[in-house]
């Protein structure tokens, strides 16, 4: 008889969760559980139990694929894809999770009282929500939180990811736009069709996105040409700059589960740079300059971005690096107008196509002095794409498809709604060229692990 591929897998997977056990337990970090009181993350878990973690994702992964067959494993993935996505995006936007009290219950009446929805509606979402381990129902009228819509109910930077995410990506990446070219339905196949379908390369245009057909064409009828402008503009009278600021707290989020403060520290030698001038181009509401600041009191900061993150910054500056942290409206397109030391952009290029990257670049160029320095901080989603090809990297261990498949989740995000993509860190090369041959890039550091690269470039002049 043929080996079986399930028992092998399960064999594998059963090591693997011993190993990923094991080391939780050497390290004294408690276990996560499907219980209110379990930790939120996996947070203090080392390089190698990451590696671990993943490689066991992807057995788990192959294992549902292998169970279910490869037709139904497919059905299966496309009945429960969009409900289940639609499903967490509307627990989300009426706030379910604060229905719920975190130590007890509440009842489907009590919830649908609390997010103002119809009964009937409120018990067929939370029955959904049950079978994603979202709430867990412990009688027929009554729901407790799980840890999953626990951790929800607790950090408001986990409910700006859902939202930000679901909200910009999902209607554009895979909506249905009424009768437009049909039989390519989906926004993001009929952007494709309509723009780069017969080219050699995707458009680079980003009034030429799923994003921008769907909200110029979309059943919303609205002429949001980016999700910027999106984010800046949706919202009647006080209440637009709301989506503004829900991405500055996810952001904010992004940071912690990143680790990025480390990264953002480690970038440059800050305590060299003494009484030096930084603008971070596209900062958000400051929160890479308060730290800066606050670690290095020669420095002076000035965030740059769009009008509605200003009440936003000026709600959230914290006293003790009021003089030395301000704020400038600036679109970062058009001519710098802040002359400076050091330029930081921090997940600022990743969402631009080569053309673009080449602007914001060049739009810095008629202000810089020699030995002014440009400091990029970008999420890689290609690590191990194009990066070396010697024999020994040759020989290196493919990454597990989950971390894989984060870049490429990011990689199809940035298509769709910017026509810009995830890069290798070496493309920050030529992309620095295209701006102009004055740049030199004295130092281009990437690490696979941690998803960032830092580059580093001096203005000759
Ligand atoms: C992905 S976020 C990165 C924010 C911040 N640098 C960080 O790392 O947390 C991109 C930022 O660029 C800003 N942005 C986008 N287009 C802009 C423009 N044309 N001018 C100025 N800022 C812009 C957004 O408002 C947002 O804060």
């Known amino acids: 008889m043929a080996e079986s591929q399930l028992r092998a897998l399960a064999a594998e997977i059963t090591k693997l969760a011993d190993s990923f056990a094991t080391s939780l337990q050497e390290k004294g970090l408690p276990e996560a559980s499907f219980s209110v009181d379990s930790p939120i993350s996996h947070k203090g878990i080392t390089a190698e139990m990451f590696m671990t973690r993943q490689t066991l994702s992807d057995k788990l992964t192959d294992m549902w694929y292998l169970v279910q067959g490869p037709s139904e494993s497919i059905y299966n993935y496309v009945h429960n894809v969009i409900p289940d996505a639609a499903c967490l995006n509307v627990l989300n936007h009426f706030n379910f999770w604060e229905a719920v009290p975190l130590e007890g219950s ?3 009446s009590e919830i649908a009282e609390h997010v103002s929805l119809p009964l009937d509606v409120v ?3 939370v029955q959904h929500a049950t079978t994603l381990r979202l709430f867990e129902e412990i ?7 799980t840890s999953r819509s626990a951790a929800l109910a607790q950090q408001a930077g986990l409910q ?4 930000s995410v679901l909200d910009i990506t999902g209607a554009p990446m895979v909506s249905t736009l009424d009768s437009f070219m049909a039989p390519f339905d989906m926004a993001m196949s009929s952007a494709l069709e309509k723009y780069s379908k017969g080219k050699p390369e995707l458009t680079q245009d980003m009034s030429e996105t799923a994003f921008a057909l769907f909200h110029s064409t ?8 980016n999700s910027w402008e999106y984010l800046e503009n949706d919202g009647e009278g006080d209440r637009r700059g709301w989506r503004q600021a829900k991405f500055v707290e996810f952001m904010k989020y992004l940071k912690d589960i990143f680790h990025l403060e480390g990264i953002v520290l480690d970038s440059y030698d800050w305590q060299a740079a003494g009484k ?3 603008v971070d181009v596209g900062g958000s509401a400051g929160h890479d300059a308060i730290l800066l600041a606050r670690k290095y009191p020669d420095l002076k900061l000035i965030v740059q971005d769009m009008p509605m993150v200003k009440p936003v910054f000026e709600a959230e500056l914290p006293d003790d690096v009021r003089d030395r942290v301000s704020f400038v409206e600036h679109d970062l397109y058009q001519p710098q107008p802040t002359q400076a030391d050091i330029y930081i952009f921090k997940l600022i290029l990743h969402d ?3 053309s673009e990257c080449a602007k914001i670049l060049k739009a810095l160029t008629p202000g810089l002095r020699p030995g002014n ?5 970008e999420y890689i989603g290609k690590v191990d794409e194009g990066e070396s090809e010697s024999e020994s990297d040759a020989k290196k261990e493919p990454l597990p498809l989950s971390i894989r498949q984060m870049g490429t989740a990011t990689d199809l995000r940035m298509m769709a709604i910017f026509n810009a993509k995830e890069r290798p860190a070496e493309a920050y090369r030529s992309i620095f060229k295209a701006a102009d041959e004055r740049f030199d890039i004295v130092s281009l550091k990437a690490d696979p692990l941690t998803f960032f690269a830092v580059i580093e470039a001096v203005w000759r002049g």
């Open 106 to 108: 509440a009842s489907y």
């Open 123 to 125: 018990t067929r979402l």
């Open 139 to 145: 009688s027929s009228s009554q729901v407790k939180h």
């Open 160 to 163: 700006a990811l859902v939202s």
């Open 218 to 225: 979309g059943p919303l009828g609205k002429k949001h040409t």
């Open 276 to 278: 030096s001038t930084v």
């Open 352 to 354: 631009n196509s080569e």
């Open 373 to 377: 320095r440009v400091i990029v901080i």
